[in-house]
């Protein structure tokens, strides 16, 4: 089990890694050597994630999830495997991290009567400039 937050943790046969071959630092390396990792874990599917959180990630992953429900991380930001895995896995523990998180709705309440008074005296002082912008009255 890889634990992910305090009350969540992921069994490890719920995580498929692929490793390809990077593009970015590692000179002769990156051609020769698969160091970027692809993470997929089948977030819809998993009984380890509540509900909610389950909702929570598909909004926060975007466009890392799949229409099955496959949150896909590739991590290819440094020159080794195993540096590069442990990013991915990193990754994916902060976003459910951020999932789990509870969402506190906001509650709607009324303008107190000083910032009544100051929206007032800022609109005030705003027409003011812009009369000042205004070309003089042709009047005569």
Do not use: C, H, Y
Not at 75 to 98: G, H, P
């Amino acid at each position: 089990m890889i634990r992910m937050t305090d009350r969540i943790s992921l069994d490890e046969s719920e995580l498929e890694e692929t490793f390809v071959r990077a593009s970015g630092p590692g000179g002769q390396n990156v051609n020769k050597i698969s160091s970027a990792v692809q993470l997929r874990f089948d977030a819809a599917a998993s009984p380890n994630l509540p509900p909610l959180v389950k909702e929570q990630l598909i909004k926060l992953a975007g466009r890392r999830m799949t229409r099955e429900g496959v949150l896909v991380i590739s991590a290819q930001r440094f020159r080794t495997q195993e540096r590069n895995r442990a990013d991915a896995l990193e990754r994916l523990a902060a976003l459910i991290e951020e999932a789990a998180k509870p969402v506190i709705t906001r509650r709607a309440t009324r303008p107190t009567f000083a910032s009544k008074v100051r929206r007032r005296e800022a609109k005030e002082v705003r027409g003011k400039v812009k009369a000042l912008r205004r070309p003089p009255d042709s009047g005569g």
